[in-house]
């Protein structure tokens, strides 16, 4: 471990589960390099609650959470650069979520540096090689009531990350090109282990099921944290499990299914699959799933955190994306990367089945299971001592160092 540094950074994390992750993640490896850190919560997150499902991606919540958050949080960050008592190491930056557009003023009128971090990819301007001229932030994102809300937000984000002294990055230089101000460390739960950020308890039981599976035989279902499924694409998913003749984990979340989710409504086809060979749980340690030998492939949602995580196991995947940058996401791991098969939303038993078992098992799957495998070659190198991520981390200690005014 580093020496400590006699410096504090203040992270606030937008209180999602696959935002939390990533900072917590962050905290642990800017400790390691000898930073002082005190994390700033919310008093709510959004752990999803049974039968009360939320849309907390809704823009009014987050355009609400703006306005509200800014007096206290420019109370509670005041406190820690005063730190009357002269206990704690002095701050020296802010690093915030890219979506908390109120942090920008706050940090300023207090007098702190402020760093963004994205928690998902940053390919908004990017062009899109099937329709010239859009560029990526042009594709449609979130279905929502509140179409100019989603344009404030995604404004204020851009505008906020223009107006930073930085941007943090949970990627590596292998899978996109950065440019001059970011610092791609990534990929972040490779660098060492950090403090579980999980809502929801984790499922432990999935894993002494998944030791008695034969190697790199099960699909691994999950669509993150926030993500829904209609009752009907429910029982067409059970009957692609069923079809493909192969071990599942299926993680199924409290709410996450619109309508009833009784499983014993599921034909009795999926039932006997489930009872022979299959695992549901309501929320998997799922870092730990996709590590293990067993899997063979994740049917994924494509939310950043998740696509990273299977990218950085070998892990191929079969892709659909609900909304905001899962399309893009998934997009890319098919016909970019070329370490996943995409749905292209034919959410249909025969077609399921077809793409689960041409990862695990057929010939055809072959190159894509070498990429994957690659790739996860490439993500342990990019943070191995010399290795670009190893390298973007020295820049990102050296510029808040040297950026204290
Ligand atoms: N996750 C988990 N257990 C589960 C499902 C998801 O620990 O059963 C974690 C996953 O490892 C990831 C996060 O939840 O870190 C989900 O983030 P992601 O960006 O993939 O999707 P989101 O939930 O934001 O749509």
Redesign the pocket.
């Known amino acids: 471990m580093n020496q400590r540094n006699n410096r504090r950074l203040v992270l606030f994390p937008v209180p999602?589960?696959?935002?939390i992750?990533?900072m917590l993640q962050l905290a642990q490896i800017l400790h390691n390099r000898g930073f002082s850190i005190t994390i700033l919560h919310t008093d709510l997150n959004l752990s999803i609650h049974p039968r009360t499902p939320t849309s907390p991606f809704a823009p009014s919540a987050m355009a609400s959470a703006n306005r509200r958050c800014a007096a206290p949080f420019e109370e509670r960050l005041r406190e820690e650069v005063s730190s009357p008592d002269g206990r704690d190491a002095p701050v020296t930056c802010l690093i915030a979520d890219a979506l908390f557009r109120f942090t920008w003023d706050v940090a300023e009128r207090a007098g702190v540096r402020r760093m963004v971090l994205r928690?998902?990819e940053s390919r908004l301007e990017d062009p899109v090689p099937e329709f010239p001229p859009l560029q990526v932030k042009d594709l449609p994102g979130i279905n929502t009531a509140e179409p100019e809300l989603l344009d404030q937000l995604l404004h204020d984000m851009t505008e906020g990350i223009k107006d930073s002294s930085g941007v943090i990055l949970n990627t590596f230089e292998d899978l996109e090109e950065i440019s001059s101000r970011n610092f791609p460390i990534g990929p972040f739960?490779k660098c060492g282990p950090s403090s579980s950020g999980?809502l929801?308890a984790?499922d432990r039981s999935c894993i002494s099921w998944l030791d008695e599976q034969a190697p790199n035989s099960v699909v691994y279902v999950?669509?993150?944290?926030?993500?829904t499924v209609g009752e009907s694409e429910f029982s067409e998913i059970a009957l692609g499990l069923a079809d493909s003749q192969q071990p599942f984990l299926w993680?199924v979340?409290p709410g996450s299914v619109g309508g009833s989710e009784l499983l014993e409504k599921l034909p009795s086809c999926f039932l006997e699959a489930l009872e022979e060979r299959g695992k549901i749980?309501?929320?998997?340690?799922?870092?730990e799933?996709l590590a293990h030998r067993a899997v063979g492939a994740f049917w994924?949602?494509?939310?950043?955190?998740?696509?990273l995580?299977s990218i950085s196991e070998g892990v191929p995947m079969i892709c659909m994306p609900?909304f905001s940058d899962?399309k893009v996401n998934a997009r890319f791991v098919s016909d970019v990367w070329g370490v996943g098969v995409h749905l292209n939303n034919g959410l249909e038993r025969r077609k399921i089945a077809e793409a689960i078992r041409k990862l695990l098992v057929e010939k055809e799957g072959e190159e894509v299971r070498e990429r994957a495998a690659q790739f996860k070659e490439k993500a342990n190198s990019c943070l191995r001592q010399g290795g670009s991520s190893f390298r973007s981390l020295d820049g990102l200690a050296n510029h808040i160092l040297s950026s204290e005014s």
């Open positions: 999602f589960q696959g935002h992750n990533p928690t998902g739960h999980s929801l984790e999950s669509f993150g944290s926030i993500a993680v979340r749980v309501k929320w998997a340690p799922q870092q799933v994924t949602h494509n939310g950043w955190n998740s696509t995580e609900c899962q």
